[in-house]
Every structure is written in C-alpha cells, then in structure tokens.
DNA sequence: TCACATGAACGAACACCGTTCGTCAATCTG
DNA sequence: CAGATTGACGAACGGTGTTCGTTCATGTGA
C-alpha cells in the first residue's frame, strides 16, 4: 500500500490542481480572511494544498516573502472609488478611507500591513495613486516620497491599533486603562486632566482617521512651504 | 540522587535569587537587548534563570504582558534631557529624539514597541512630558490625547523601519526596490519619477524624522485652528 | 511542637511553528 | 531512448507558548 501512495492519492484527487506561485497567495489569503493571521503558516497553508509544507518553499522563499505577496494581493481587492472632479484632498480620503475599511474587514491584513511590506503591482497602484493624487496639491519630490510613506503607516497603524484593541478584547487593555486612570495626579497632571479622553479613539474612529489625515497632509503644505522659503527650520520666538 | 535534588540545587547555587516579576522582566530585558526579539521567549528567559518556562506564569500572564512590561522597563533607560528655557517644539523634539536612539540602539524594543503597548510608570511618564510640551503650545483635550498616540506610533514605526531594514538586510528589500524601479512608466508616472527619492529614508534617517515631526505638529497647529475656528473659541494666545 | 494549608517551583507533555534535507517520480532535452 | 532537470514530498531538527499535575518548602493555627 506504500509503494503506488502517490498515484492512488492522484486518483483520489484528480482535479487536483498543480501548485503554483498563486495558487499558493490565493490560498494563503483565503486562509488569512478566514482564521486571522495564525491561520497563515506555511504547514496550514500546505495542508489546505493537500500537501507538505516543503513544498511550498520551491514558489516561495520563505514565509516573510509569502506574507509580503499575501499582503500585495489583499490590496488587490481595494476598490479604487470614482475621483473624476474630486478635489486632490478628497480623492486622497476616499481612497484611503476604503484601505482603511479593507483592512477593518480583514484583520489579519491589518497586522501583516504593518510589518511588511509588500510586494507586487497592486501596492504599486496603491502608491502612484497617493503619489499623483499630493502631485496634485503641488507636494513632489522628497515630501513626496516621505509623505506616501507616512500616510500609508498611519492607516496601517490605525487598522492594527483597531484590530489590536478587539483581539485582546478588553482583557490587556482594562489594566492599561486602569494603570492611567489611577496615575498620580501629583506626578502626572496632564494625564489625569485628560481623563477618559486618552481613551476615544475606539469610540470615535471615523473621525479620528479624518483627523489625523487632516494633521498629516496641513503639515506637509506648511512644512514644505517652510523649507522653500529658508533651510534652516528651527523657528526662533522673535 | 533524586530525593534532596533540590537541596543540593540551592547548595551549588547559594546566591540564587528567588523568582519575582521584577527578576524576569529584568532577565527578559537583557536577553532582549544581547539577543533582539526572538532572544526574549519564555523559554529563553526560564533558562537564564535557571528554571522551567511554567514557573514564569506565576509573576506574568503570557508573553504579551511580559512585553509590555519589558517595553516599560527599557523606556526606564530613557534619559531626559534638560528642557529648563527650551521652546516647547524644541523640547518635543529632543525627548522623541533620545527616544528614538534608544529604540535604535536596542533593535528589539523597536519591534516591541510597534505592536505592544507598554504597562508601567515609564511610559507613563514619556506621555507625561509629550502631553505637557503640547499643551504648552496649545495643544489640548481631543488634539493632545489623540496627537501623543500619533507621535509616539510615528517613533515607532521610523525606529521599527530602520532596525527592519538593517535586519533583512538586501534580502527582500533589494526586489522591492527593483519592482518599484523597474514599474512601468506609463502606469505609474508618478512613481517612476521619483526614482531613487522613494528610499532616501534610510540615507536621511535625521532629516527625515525631523521632518516627519515638524509635520504632525504644524498639523496638530493648523488642524486645531480650522477646528477652533468653526467651533467659535478660539484660544490661541497669538 | 506538630499537623496542615498554601502556593511557588517545576518536569513533562501538547500542539504547534519555520525551515532543511534527501529522495522519488515525472517531465523535458538531446 | 538515455539523461538531466525539477516539482513534490516525507521526515526530521530545533525551536515555540502554554497547561497540567505534582512536589516541596514555608508560614500558620492548634
């Protein structure tokens, strides 16, 4: 019963497709949507092939690179909203908030978003569309390409703190909440003064993923305005 | 050999310290620093201490508390700097900086502190001083609570970038930066003209977090005005 | 003084993980 | 048709976090 394993196994299974590079990133994303970011290891993945996990390793090189294609492959599910006649501010809140809201889909995204970086045309996208949308509101060149590099890390970090706070549900999290809350007042008025306000962002996510934004792209016209008019940036008061 | 095995233990150990949550965080935090992130596991810190991984669950929940404790404890080594006269922005920036060159001196804290928040007095009191410089410029309640989150993920994630690069070291990072070079120019204008500029991060690191900084709180400013402004109280003291 | 209760310490085990190695079999090449 | 190539794969290595049941030293009450 060893000796024609393999062929009886083909019979059984014959509609069996062949591995290959997406199939293994289809399966691998499928896996991550389904049961989260554990849901994503190279002996599930080969399991749910139906075959060992040394396989994999002939399409993929190691499970960092299979999470960089995974991650490049979700975006690729980002629908791109409608930004004819839409000022550049806007488009870029549009597009961001519907990244923002397939990360909030899919939480194991969120976590892989922001450890890695991915690899592959749909991030590609994701990038020219930011970049074109701030050539638009004149930000080019370096401010540019910190800029893109910002606003992408603050969704990410906003997808994974939301994510984050739900997972742990309320277990971690009420003790960090306790620990402020009962901090000496003495020793640390401005956290005592803020209060419960330290803690709204979980309420008020919407509007606070509109702030920060908001904060990101003022602060790069201002700040680019200012290094056009002198080099050195430390302002004096007078 | 096996009924006073523990006795003759203790013997050959006289000095040994008893467990407590204090030792392993300690033990945890060195192993962090010699060995980075996958040098402090349960097991690893048991063994430095001459023990089994299941007596650590007495002093610590799992291994995410532990680092969040261990993240506090680090943020311990955090030496002020003298703020006395200094503007509130300039003193900002050079707390984040020292912040900063701890997190790079010590790769490990800079992957703990992207997906772990920290228990303890320690940063406590890194929020503390944030908040304090901010409401000296005027920066308070939503804006303040939501602005510290804001600047304390942004030090993370330029500390976490820069160990991450350093570690995978031209593996990945090498096809990365060829697919974004070898993009095609007619989908992607924007990034093709940006060329080399989209990873002069590592190059710049001090311009760039400088940058990244001036940033967020010209938008914290700016964003707070146009919010004060459709609120009707305004109260800034310009 | 002595029995008892408490709880720290711990060994062993469970169910995983990423990755490597050697081998088999099928396909392509000459 | 022989040989080289290469995808596929089983097995194993050396880890991982966490749980369970037991031992044993210590402090407490009688």
Redesign the interface.
């Known amino acids: 019963m060893n000796t024609n394993r393999t062929v009886v196994s083909r019979r059984s299974r014959p509609a069996k497709e062949p591995l290959s590079h997406e199939l293994i990133v289809q399966t691998a994303y499928r896996l991550l949507k389904d049961e989260g970011m554990s849901g994503m290891s190279m002996r599930k993945v080969a399991k749910a092939l139906d075959t060992g996990p040394s396989s994999l390793y002939v399409y993929v090189k190691n499970l960092?690179?299979l999470s960089?294609f995974v991650l490049d492959h979700g975006m690729g599910e980002l629908r791109y909203p409608d930004g004819a006649g839409v000022p550049w501010q806007e488009r870029l809140f549009d597009v961001l908030t519907a990244y923002l809201h397939l990360l909030f889909e899919h939480p194991g995204l969120a976590e892989l978003a922001?450890?890695t970086?991915p690899?592959?045309e749909h991030s590609?996208?994701l990038?020219?569309t930011i970049?074109?949308a701030l050539?638009e509101g004149g930000i080019r060149?370096?401010?540019?390409?910190?800029?893109?590099?910002?606003i992408l890390?603050?969704v990410s970090?906003v997808a994974?703190e939301h994510v984050?706070w739900k997972k742990?549900g309320t277990d971690?999290l009420a003790?960090?909440k306790a620990?402020?809350q009962s901090?000496d007042p003495a020793?640390?008025?401005?956290?005592t003064a803020?209060g419960e306000?330290?803690f709204?962002?979980d309420t008020s996510t919407q509007d606070?993923f509109r702030?920060?934004l908001?904060?990101?792209?003022?602060?790069?016209l201002?700040?680019q305005n200012?290094k056009g008019a002198e080099h050195h940036?430390?302002?004096n008061?007078s």
């Open positions: 960092q690179e960089a922001l450890t970086l690899m592959g590609l996208r990038t020219e970049l074109s050539a060149t370096t401010a540019a390409a910190w800029g893109v590099d910002l890390f603050y970090s994974f984050s742990q971690q003790s960090i620990s402020y901090a020793r640390y008025p401005q956290i803020l306000t330290l709204s962002g606070r702030w920060g908001q904060v990101i792209l003022q602060g790069i201002q700040t200012e940036e430390r302002q008061g």
